[in-house]
């Protein structure tokens, strides 16, 4: 599949992704991107959130592949029961540990627990050894259990645009080869 080919949902996190973050660069670059926008994003209620996502996922004309980053993973994870068209796969940054007592601000923890049931389309999920929002290993077991590849992005913070990942080439180039090797749904 190419980008022309696809509807590329562009998901981000709490807070959204700012013009220097590689999703708004993305967005900007594919023009078959577009962003699930949210009403709140600095205060995210999980039932506006998941039904924003099914809402475009639901409207697509095309094949869909979804690219969340952080609280996004667990948006677009929360809304799959909602979606009424096919998505052809989901590449997913830094997928914060919405079940861990410690994550900050608290609210985050109402995306959580992650379902555990294997996805029904190719996932891949890059996760950092040093994401402040959620662990390798917890990256690792949750990757396992939805039957996605992780990819290890090493010490690389949250992957966001504070971490150094404001145009992030590896990231463009991963994500190329992601969709080369999906098919439409």
Do not use: C
Not at 70 to 99: C, E, H, M, N, Y
Request: proline fraction near 9%; aromatic fraction near 10%.
């Amino acid at each position: 599949m190419q980008a022309k080919d696809a509807d590329i949902l562009i998901i981000p996190g709490y807070t959204n992704s700012g013009p220097d973050h590689w999703q708004s660069r993305w967005q900007a670059r594919l023009s078959t991107a577009r962003r699930v926008e949210q009403a709140e994003w600095s205060k995210p209620v999980r039932e506006d959130w998941v039904a924003k996502v099914a809402e475009a996922v639901n409207e697509a004309e095309k094949p869909v592949v979804l690219v969340a980053h952080s609280l996004g993973v667990a948006t677009a994870v929360q809304a799959i029961g909602a979606f009424r068209k096919p998505v052809a796969g989901a590449f997913f940054v830094a997928p914060p540990d919405v079940a861990n007592p410690e994550i900050r601000p608290k609210h985050l923890m109402t995306f959580g627990p992650y379902p555990r049931a294997r996805l029904p389309f190719p996932t891949l999920v890059i996760a950092s050894r040093n994401d402040h929002f959620g662990s390798f290993a917890q990256a690792e077991d949750i990757a396992a259990a939805w039957g996605a590849q992780l990819l290890d992005a090493g010490n690389a913070g949250h992957i966001n645009a504070e971490a150094g990942f404001g145009p992030w080439p590896e990231g463009s180039l991963t994500f190329a080869r992601f969709l080369s090797r999906l098919t439409p749904a």
